[in-house]
């Protein structure tokens, strides 16, 4: 599994105090139309303001989400595969 963490830059202040969430986005399958689906909710959360953690199987991973993943301003790729 490979953990992406996004977080919005616009804010400085805590997320509590901004109204921000902390949101963990888990995707098993990410080919077609749920990867486009995942990666646009992913950029309307960031673009709110919201910290995104995207979880994803690296197994079952589809080039072109990969690509869209990585390109979200990703601060943290992390290979969770033990």
């Known amino acids: 599994m490979v953990e992406l963490d996004l977080r919005s830059a616009s804010s ?3 997320f509590q105090e901004a109204g921000c969430l902390r949101i963990a986005l888990l995707v098993e399958s990410s080919s077609a139309g749920v990867g486009r689906h995942v990666i646009d909710l992913t950029c309307a959360l960031l673009e709110s303001g919201h910290s995104v ?10 080039g072109r989400f990969s690509k869209r993943a990585r390109a979200t301003s990703p601060l943290k790729s992390e290979d969770m595969r033990s």
């Open 12 to 14: 400085s202040q805590s």
């Open 53 to 62: 953690h995207l979880l994803y199987s690296s197994r079952r991973i589809d």
